[in-house]
């Protein structure tokens, strides 16, 4: 039978017994929100990785087009030259034979008049056999159309590859702070309009006056039929533009020489172009610091500077984001390691318990 006293003490120790367990309850309700914690650390930690991989591969993948391109680009750059070189051959070499066939025909002139000297014939009969030396059996006249045939299929090839190039830099272009870029030839600026405008009429006036004037300008610059011939010397070089156009003239002493330098400046780029017959807008490359159309190879060696810096820039962009998801990896880890000492020096005191 149980003593009084023990009775008394009984209720103390279950309420003791439910702190225990009410206290480790709390515990490992803890411990399992950490370890949720840590869980969803590490899923964002691999996805931050699993992202650092995808950038990796596009860096790569993003250096083979690269070197693709530039290895184009070289082929192209080499094909060209060749072709060039081949061509300035071929035109020394028919310049030769145009020269042997006038020194030809004077002789046989001499020798029918009964003037041509012995010596004279020695010459003519050189020289008749160094053309049969030099041609393949077929005559001049097969010379001539097969060297016209090659000239034209370079042209053609230079054609395209222009035209290429006049698309890619579309894709691509804005002309802000580029020297090679897309002009619109025939394209008439409005800006040079609207600042003479605002100089002499009202805010309200100024923008509609600007708009008529523009489109004044704009449409004479696409009539084939306006094309002021008389032609003058600008520093050595011949621009056939007649200041003595009677539009011309009233434009600029109404709305001053900003204007009307924009327009024979327009019109001068479409003669440059070879566009006087076909007043269409057009697309061309330009060289806008120097303010002329741009040679193929100065398109060429643009692309090959900006595929070098923008080579260079991402080459800077990939090491920092490497450094930067580098730093948080190793703070994470360190936060994995933190929780799992506390889990340790908790479950040490609960088994103590």
């Known amino acids: 039978m149980a003593e009084p006293g023990d009775a008394r003490r009984l209720p103390t120790n279950l309420d003791v017994l439910a702190s225990d367990v009410h206290s480790k309850v709390e515990f490992y309700k803890n411990a399992y929100m950490d370890c949720i914690g840590i869980n969803n650390v590490l899923h964002g930690v691999m996805e931050e990785k699993g992202k650092l991989q995808e950038e990796q591969k596009a860096v790569v993948q993003l250096d083979a087009e690269k070197d693709k391109l530039i290895a184009e680009l070289n082929a192209q750059k080499d094909h060209l030259t060749t072709r060039n070189e081949e061509q300035a051959a071929e035109i020394e070499s028919l310049k030769e034979q145009l020269n042997e066939r006038e020194s030809s025909q004077a002789l046989l002139a001499l020798q029918g008049s009964g003037l041509q000297s012995t010596q004279s014939g020695i010459v003519y009969i050189r020289s008749m056999k160094k053309r049969q030396r030099h041609s393949d059996g077929s005559g001049e006249d097969a010379d001539y159309q097969g060297l016209s045939t090659d000239l034209e299929a370079a ?54 006056k600007a708009s008529e004037l523009y489109n004044f300008w704009q449409k004479q610059l696409l009539n084939p039929d306006w094309n002021p011939s008389k032609t003058l010397m600008d520093e050595g070089i011949s621009k056939e533009i007649d200041v003595h156009d009677v539009n011309l003239q009233e434009l600029r002493a109404s709305w001053g020489e900003e204007v009307y330098k924009a327009v024979v400046n327009c019109l001068m780029e479409i003669e440059e ?30 692309i090959f500077s900006q595929v070098k810096r923008l080579n260079g820039a991402k080459s800077r962009t990939t090491r920092r984001a490497v450094n930067g998801t580098n730093a948080v990896t190793r703070y994470n880890l360190y936060k994995y390691q933190a929780y799992g000492e506390e889990l340790k020096t908790g479950g040490s005191d609960f088994v103590k318990k």
Do not use: M
Not at 159 to 173: E, N, P, V, Y
Not at 175 to 193: E, H, M, V
């Open 155 to 208: 042209k053609n090839e230079l054609s395209d590859i222009h035209s290429k190039l006049i698309k890619g830099f579309i894709d691509i272009s804005s002309t802000g702070g580029r020297n090679i870029a897309i002009k619109s030839i025939g394209q008439l600026s409005d800006k040079p309009f609207l600042q003479a405008c605002f100089k002499k009429l009202t805010p309200k006036e100024a923008p509609e």
């Open 273 to 302: 172009c070879g566009r006087l017959t076909d007043r269409t807008i057009v697309p061309e490359l330009w060289n806008f610091k120097e303010n002329r159309k741009a040679t193929s190879s100065e398109c060429v060696e643009y």
